[in-house]
């Protein structure tokens, strides 16, 4: 009897997902456009260098209506997170692969309102 309880467990302990269970949320990261030519990404109040492969949640507070947020990089093609002629905060939820990221304002990226990181 105690060892099909034993193998019963070791059973059930093979079909467990080796990822995370649906439903289970993703890390935030926090970004700024504006009021002045700033842009910042930012986990847990530090700025964003390096992050692992994984789902993201980009919580965008807009500060301008003269700015927006968009990032790209592998698997993201030039995502607006935010507009211009819109101020406020907005939330975009994005899977990133390993590689090298841009996240910009469209109009103010030639002046140096950007910003990078990498996922490895």
Do not use: N
């Amino acid at each position: 009897m105690k060892k099909v309880l034993i193998a019963a467990a070791l059973v059930a302990a093979l079909c467990l997902p080796l990822s995370a269970p649906a439903g289970t949320s993703a890390t935030r990261l926090t970004g700024t456009t504006g009021p002045g030519f700033t842009i910042t990404l930012k986990k847990a109040g530090r700025k964003v260098t390096t992050l692992k492969p994984g789902s993201y949640t980009f919580v965008v507070s807009d500060r301008s209506s003269s700015h927006d947020f968009w990032i790209v990089g592998p698997g993201v093609r030039a995502k607006q997170i935010t507009g211009l002629a819109f101020t406020g905060s907005r939330t975009r939820t994005l899977t990133l692969r390993k590689g090298r990221y841009e996240f910009y304002c469209k109009p103010h990226r030639s002046m140096g309102m950007r910003g990078f990181f990498t996922v490895r």
